[in-house]
């Protein structure tokens, strides 16, 4: 069983970046099962797909918010991250990270609340 | 604006059973065998209730079924129950540059 926590700010200032790091457990970051994902939800809204790394590194943004999108993975933490730089309000959004396997998803993080404002 | 279109909401009574359509285009739904489901409760985290197109997880129950037809993917639930009371969006891979596209989601009200 994968266990998924997200951690960083909870309030990100408008034009700053985002930062956000998950931290697996129950497996191994190197492992080849699972594609290392972000998901997110606007407040009251529907799910967006944000993207995924690869244990080997590679990555797959959603086209939307790729020039502003970096996820890396630390295998010696067990941890992968998320940033998205220039942030407005429209980035308010509950952030998940999760699973992928063969297209679906798995196992999920609880979420975390980022409120980008001054 | 959402990818996958699906109704804003739904209902049904207790016992009965609905459908939620889910439709894509020929580029994804009507395209890969990857499309799934998930359920999510207010507050709650989404849980998967149906993965390529028409399969089950372990532990979910046999009363949520997939379809697909063309550009259209379907839940229906049968025998509905008020725990069946959530959020359900449906979720495709989109191929190479897009890879995955969800639905608005639906919210299922069971009277």
């Known amino acids: 069983q994968v266990q998924l926590q997200e951690s960083g700010p909870g309030l990100v200032k408008p034009s700053e970046t985002l930062s956000l790091t998950c931290t697996v457990s129950g497996d191994s970051i190197s492992s080849a099962s699972f594609y290392w994902s972000w998901i997110r939800q606007h407040p009251g809204k529907g799910l967006e797909w944000i993207g995924y790394?690869?244990?080997?590194?590679?990555?797959y943004y959603n086209p939307s918010l790729k020039s502003r999108l970096t996820m890396s993975i630390d295998t010696s933490e067990n941890q992968f991250s998320l940033k998205l730089s220039s942030v407005t309000a429209a980035d308010t959004a509950v952030y998940y990270c999760?699973?992928?396997?063969?297209?679906?998803?798995?196992?999920w993080g609880q979420g975390t609340l980022v409120t980008v404002s001054s | 604006q959402s990818a996958l279109t699906q109704p804003a909401s739904v209902s049904g009574s207790p016992g009965q059973s609905i459908t939620i359509s889910c439709t894509g285009t020929s580029g994804d739904v009507g395209r890969y065998d990857f499309v799934s489901w998930y359920q999510q409760h207010p507050g709650k985290v989404p849980k998967i209730v149906i993965y390529?197109?028409?399969k089950r997880p372990s532990g979910v129950s046999n009363r949520f079924s997939g379809s697909k037809s063309g550009n259209t993917a379907s839940l229906t639930i049968s025998g509905l129950r008020a725990e069946d009371e959530a959020d359900y969006y449906c979720?495709?891979?989109?191929?190479?540059?897009?890879?995955?596209?969800f639905g608005g989601g639906t919210k299922l009200t069971v009277l």
């Open positions: 979720c495709s891979y989109a191929g190479r540059g897009t890879y995955v596209v």
């Open positions: 999760a699973t992928v396997n063969s297209w679906r998803v798995d196992y």
């Open positions: 790394i690869y244990f080997s590194g590679s990555t």
């Open positions: 390529e197109g028409s």
